[in-house]
């Protein structure tokens, strides 16, 4: 089993930086692909991104490449999401979670094992 926390949301103005961590306990964790998926109000979840278990895989979608970074401390048991140039379209809850297999991410929330309760970003224009 694997518990996750969410923390490091809040206003923020466009073009502003965030940086939300989630901490994570478990003896698994460490074996474990990790990532973030946002819910905006009236949506549907969507994948963020993710990171391999070595920290060494990294794959974003399209609206973040380039904006956003992901990143992990295995001696922490912590991921990260520095999210920087932020724009109003980024306002969602954000959910930490991790799964045994990176490409599970590929298949759809329903395949990922764990998740936080979510943290919230609100970006004002």
């Known amino acids: 089993q694997v518990q996750l926390v969410e923390s490091g949301g809040r206003l923020v103005q466009a073009g502003g930086s965030l940086r939300l961590s989630c901490a994570a306990s478990?003896?698994?964790?460490?074996?474990?692909?990790a990532g973030w998926f946002r819910q905006a109000p009236g949506k549907e979840r969507e994948f963020v991104a993710v990171?391999?278990?070595?920290?060494?895989?990294?794959t974003y979608t399209d609206s973040v490449k380039g904006r956003f970074i992901i990143s992990r401390d295995n001696a922490k048991n912590t991921v990260y999401l520095q999210m920087n140039s932020l724009e109003p379209n980024d306002t969602a809850g954000y959910y930490c979670?991790?799964?045994?297999?990176?490409?599970?991410?590929?298949?759809?929330?329903?395949?990922?094992?764990?998740w936080g309760k979510g943290t919230l970003v609100t970006v004002s224009s």
């Open positions: 990171i391999g278990s070595t920290g060494v895989s990294t």
């Open positions: 478990g003896r698994t964790f460490n074996l474990c692909a």
């Open positions: 979670n991790a799964d045994p297999y990176f490409s599970d991410y590929f298949l759809g929330p329903d395949k990922i094992d764990y």
